[in-house]
């Protein structure tokens, strides 16, 4: 017996989907992070699942990891202590930035603060020109110079960005062999070499990320594998990627920018996969862990790519799953501000302490407390008995907070929830107008261990009318990397007009794109079979100062049909700005190749009509819209195919407690998940 194994790290607990080969059936489970030791959870995990299921180590063919450590390295700036070789004259690039503010129309808004501060940013002279050529050589004694100086002022690493590397790093990969020589203490990462693109604040910052989450993520990726080796299990350990693909650890842990998304886009993608399977083209996904809430688009059973993401304060400019943190977390806390107004977030208990509800030491009521409070928990174990639930706890921290706001226990938990409630909603809108589209054309997806719980009720704020609670929906972040394929992007900068003059030198770097993404899936992941090869462009108007990203067919590059491209530009800029000018000049600046290896993906069997209806294991006490009612509870595991019942309801299993409102009515469908339809 062969099995594949998807686990995905948390904010709060560890989720692990394994998959047997031969059937197709899933094993679940979740276990609580650790965070003052990341990855021994991994291993409680394996011993857990080896104890109740026989799935031992050397059974698993497949394993692939899903982790936070790195944008919670980001997010908390607990990286590493960098410094900045750039071009003489060009030392405050990263301060100057783009000149916007995070928020324009906030007159309390201000920049971040840079991960490199200023005065561990030094420079060279030497020039490289925008065609390529050496306008005056790279000056080896200021690169020398620059990393004794970086090494004595505490940088644990240094990150060579210097001007024009994109088209020609012959300056980049010399002052990097120069500062190994010179201070071979430092880590070095090249700017070109992360990411080469034309712009050189997006491509130094996205090396400055590289090189800030390098240290912890080396050692989590080194200490994962070998943990998993002297566990005796024969797999190649694979990590989730920003992109939606998956990639052999050990190159994570030097190509780290690219799984900075790593846990957020698996669960987009595993969405996706089963939104598919049910015949749901288009869905609005909500993933709610412990410390966050995360939503993405899915349009005609694709998940869609952005670059420009943020990691915590600072833009990622790498292709990635396009998206969004929203708002709160179960484990958000709640307070009160210094004028009276109750607020959500963005602390979170975490997994240590965790919600007071949880018995592990919370002394800070949280949304998962509220929701305590309120009723809708603690009807069975939560999280496969990971944690228990303590009614008391939640009740004596949610009530200080009422004594606060002077209102009563239970309306303090409802006005947690419609607070959390609201902040989502308000960041659902921005980035539905920003897509252009209406939230009610789609059908809302909740999934993590808190999308259940809050989903429905923000799809009622919504206006939308259609909601899919996934069968396991707990865990579809840790199956997204179960049918994630290998997969990587490479990036060539031309920035050439879209001519026949051009036609040359784009064939070229077509086929030196596609030579190394096949070298990168033969030699570095190890993967035989075929592989998938799309194309795009990042395409503009003379004169203007970005691009859009364009899908192009290979066959139009070898036949030189340059007016292919340039119509396939002019529709998707229409599209976007309901403008277009074909007889303007077109210009190329970026061409991207990605190249994938396809993963074959679980087959699982639609399940047949159940004959019975759906009947509830009892009624619960439920404070909801303002008044304690009776709700029928009932359990995920006797709901099967065809089985109905009307909202209000509590729906309890092991991964997810789903909170089913009035003016809801639910079904099951053949691959059990919950459709809902507002009435």
Not at 272 to 286: E, H, K, P
Not at 344 to 362: F, I, L, N, W
Not at 591 to 615: H, M, S
């Amino acid at each position: 017996m062969a099995w594949r194994l998807g686990v995905d790290i948390g904010g709060t607990f560890i989720d692990f989907c394994a998959m047997d080969e031969a059937t197709g059936e899933l094993t679940t489970l979740k276990v609580l992070t650790t965070p003052e030791e990341p990855g021994r959870e991994v291993m409680q995990g394996l011993e857990r699942l080896q104890a109740g299921h026989c799935l031992s180590p050397e059974t698993l063919a497949a394993f692939v990891h899903g982790t936070t450590v790195g944008i919670n390295t980001v997010i908390q700036r607990k990286g590493a202590e960098l410094a900045l070789l750039t071009t003489k004259g060009f030392e405050d690039v990263i301060e100057l930035a783009r000149l916007r503010m995070p928020e324009v129309y906030s007159l309390f808004c201000s920049r971040a603060e840079p991960l490199v501060p200023r005065d561990r940013v030094f420079s060279a002279r030497g020039r490289i020109l925008s065609d390529g050529s050496e306008a005056e050589p790279l000056n080896l004694d200021d690169v020398r110079a620059a990393a004794r100086a970086a090494e004595a002022a505490g940088a644990h690493g240094i990150i060579i960005a210097l001007l024009h590397a994109w088209r020609n790093p012959a300056h980049e990969q010399a002052a990097e062999a120069a500062i190994r020589e010179a201070a071979p203490g430092l880590f070095v990462f090249g700017s070109a070499a992360i990411w080469p693109v034309i712009r050189e604040y997006e491509r130094t910052t996205t090396a400055i990320l590289n090189g800030y989450v390098h240290p912890r993520i080396d050692t989590y990726l080194a200490r994962l594998e070998e943990a998993l080796a002297a566990r005796g299990v024969p797999a190649l350990p694979m990590i989730t990627k920003s992109n939606g693909g998956i990639m052999a650890a050990s190159l994570g842990r030097t190509a780290c920018v690219g799984m900075l998304l790593s846990g957020t886009a698996s669960g987009v993608m595993g969405a996706a996969f089963l939104a598919r399977q049910a015949g749901v083209a288009n869905a609005l996904t909500l993933d709610i862990g412990g410390t966050s809430a995360d939503v993405a688009l899915v349009i005609d059973g694709a998940p869609q790519f952005g670059t420009g993401e943020m990691i915590g304060e600072f833009p990622l400019h790498i292709p990635s799953v396009s998206v969004s943190s929203i708002g709160d977390g179960g484990g958000s806390i709640a307070w009160v501000d210094g004028f009276g107004v109750l607020k959500v977030g963005p602390e979170s208990a975490g997994s240590t302490p965790g919600p007071a509800c949880y018995g592990r030491g919370g002394d800070r009521p949280t949304i998962t407390d509220a929701m305590a409070v309120c009723g809708y928990l603690g009807h069975t174990p939560l999280a496969y008995s990971a944690v228990g639930l303590d009614r008391a706890r939640a009740d004596a921290v949610v009530g200080r907070l009422a004594e606060q706001l002077g209102l009563g226990l239970e309306q303090t938990a409802e006005a947690i929830i419609d607070v959390a409630i609201s902040s989502m909603f308000a960041e659902v809108n921005k980035l539905v107008a920003r897509h252009g589209v209406d939230p009610r054309d789609f059908a809302l997806m909740p999934f993590g261990g808190a999308g259940p719980m809050l989903g429905c009720l923000l799809a009622s704020e919504l206006g939308m009318t259609r909601v899919m609670i996934p069968r396991r929906p707990g865990v579809v972040s840790a199956l997204g990397g179960l049918i994630a394929d290998v997969k990587n992007d490479f990036v060539r900068t031309l920035f050439l007009d879209l001519d026949e003059e051009g036609l040359p030198a784009l064939r070229a770097a077509l086929a030196d794109l596609t030579a190394r993404g096949k070298a990168w899936l033969r030699d570095e992941q190890r993967f035989v079979g075929d592989a998938a090869i799309s194309l795009s462009a990042e395409m503009r108007y003379h004169g203007q100062s970005f691009e859009l990203d364009v899908p192009l067919q290979p066959a139009w590059m070898q036949d030189g049909d340059m007016a292919a491209m340039r119509d396939a530009f002019h529709a998707r800029h229409e599209a976007v700005y309901a403008f277009a000018d074909p007889a303007a000049p077109v210009q190329l600046v970026n061409l991207r190749l990605v190249i994938a290896g396809a993963t074959p993906p679980p087959v699982f069997p639609p399940e047949p009509l159940a004959a019975d209806t759906a009947t509830p294991e009892r009624m619960v006490e439920v404070f909801h819209a303002g008044a304690r009612r009776a709700m029928p509870l009932y359990l995920r595991a006797a709901l099967r195919h065809g089985h109905r019942f009307m909202g209000p309801a509590v729906v309890a299993q092991e991964d997810a407690t789903s909170c089913i409102p009035e003016g809801f009515s639910a079904w099951v469908d053949a691959f059990g998940n919950i459709q809902l339809e507002a009435v």
